[in-house]
């Protein structure tokens, strides 16, 4: 059976059981809008993971409509495959620029590319190839530009604990997140159909949660207003009996205004 026939049947099956036009047509779009989303899934979750069956699973998760839908936006992975790959790839290149902005192994003073000594302590920071005549780093085995073996270090200096080393590398990650995240990378992604309407679904929910939250606090001052011109009318009814009181209460008001602002 094919896809317009099942539509067809579908369409039948619905007018034939007596529902009116508007039925019709919801159930319409709400299949349509049901098929979308869940091809938006398989299509959102091929940028997110290469796992074939992961990818079915979210599948089957989406068809479950609007409570699948929600849990799927939980349960996906919250980086795609692109975001993961250019995260890295900043996060190298951030290594390599820091590199030589190291502190100092024996005294702790910042140090900059190009330095050889120490500024403070004169502590040795690169050796000269015997071969070339290239600075190399001193723990380098090899020189790095003719691959002479070098003489082995003289003494170890106190290395830098791992955790130390993992805590700058977790920073220079999160640097390159927040780099990626805000787009500054030159990289975008593709854009197709399925995808936009993905997208603005997720952007009407947060829109249409947005609007129900204003209209409930304005219901709320509106009844707040109401409550308030009920007891200023009533005062004001009271107040016709004695002009000067009313006048009195008038002055009090704009005092108590002034107060407020
Ligand atoms: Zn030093
Ligand atoms: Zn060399």
């Not at 349509?32 to 989303?37: A, D, E, I, M, Q």
């Not at 692109?82 to 140090?111: F, M, S, V």
């Not at 001193?138 to 082995?152: A, H, S």
């Not at 200096?157 to 390159?176: D, G, H, L, N, R």
Request: aromatic letters at 12%; proline letters at 2%; glycine letters at 6%.
């Amino acid at each position: 059976m094919g896809f317009e026939e099942f539509i067809l049947n579908l369409v039948e099956g619905v007018a034939s059981a007596n529902y009116n036009m508007l039925g019709t047509a919801f159930m319409l779009i709400s299949i349509v809008f049901w098929l979308v989303v869940t091809s938006w899934i398989w299509v959102d979750s091929d940028e997110r993971t290469t796992n074939k069956w992961m990818r079915f699973f979210y599948v089957l998760i989406g068809l479950i409509p609007v409570l699948g839908w929600i849990i799927y936006l939980i349960v996906r992975p919250s980086e795609t495959i692109d975001e993961i790959y250019w995260g890295d790839l900043e996060r190298r290149y951030l290594k390599y620029e820091a590199k030589d902005l190291g502190d100092c192994p024996r005294c702790g003073t910042q140090l900059f590319p190009g330095f050889i000594f120490c500024p403070n302590c004169k502590k040795r920071l690169k050796r000269k190839c015997s071969e070339c005549g290239v600075y190399v780093d001193m723990e380098y085995k090899y020189c790095t530009n003719c691959g002479n073996k070098m003489q082995k270090s003289i003494k170890k200096e106190k290395e830098v604990s791992k955790e130390e080393m993992q805590k700058q590398i977790e920073e220079t990650k999160e640097e390159a997140h927040e780099t990626v995240k805000s787009k500054k990378s030159k990289y975008k992604t593709e854009e197709n159909f399925i995808n936009r309407v993905g997208e603005s679904v997720i952007k009407g929910y947060k829109l249409l949660s947005k609007k129900v939250g204003e209209i409930l606090s304005k219901k709320k001052e509106e009844n707040v207003n109401d409550d308030e011109k009920k007891r200023v009318k009533k005062e004001e009814h009271v107040g016709k009996k004695d002009e000067s009181d009313k006048q009195d209460r008038k002055k009090y008001y704009t005092r108590n205004e002034g107060h407020k602002k």
